[in-house]
């Protein structure tokens, strides 16, 4: 939830780097280690970007369009 409410502000584009702070230090405040809270986040960033990406790509081939 923290997540979303960060990429709703426009410090940064798509709250890019923004959000990843905020992931990894709600995680860490409830005990999870700095660096699996850091892999949850990168983690997390890499399927919601790069899946997006993926599935575009794939529709866009199909659709026809030039």
Same mark, same amino acid.
């Given at each position: +939830?923290?997540?979303? @409410?960060? $990429? ?8 890019l780097?923004?959000?990843e ?7 860490v @405040? ?12 990168? @983690? ?6 790069? #899946? @997006? +990406? ?6 866009? +081939?199909? $659709? #026809?369009?030039?």
């Open positions: +939830m923290s997540a979303a @409410l960060v $990429s709703a502000l426009p410090i940064t584009p798509g709250g780097g923004a959000v702070f905020t992931i990894v230090g709600v995680f @405040l409830v005990g999870v280690d700095a660096g699996v809270a850091a892999g949850i986040a990168i @983690l997390d960033r890499a399927i919601s970007y790069w #899946g @997006l +990406m993926a599935v575009g790509a794939v529709a866009y +081939m199909v $659709s #026809g369009r030039k």
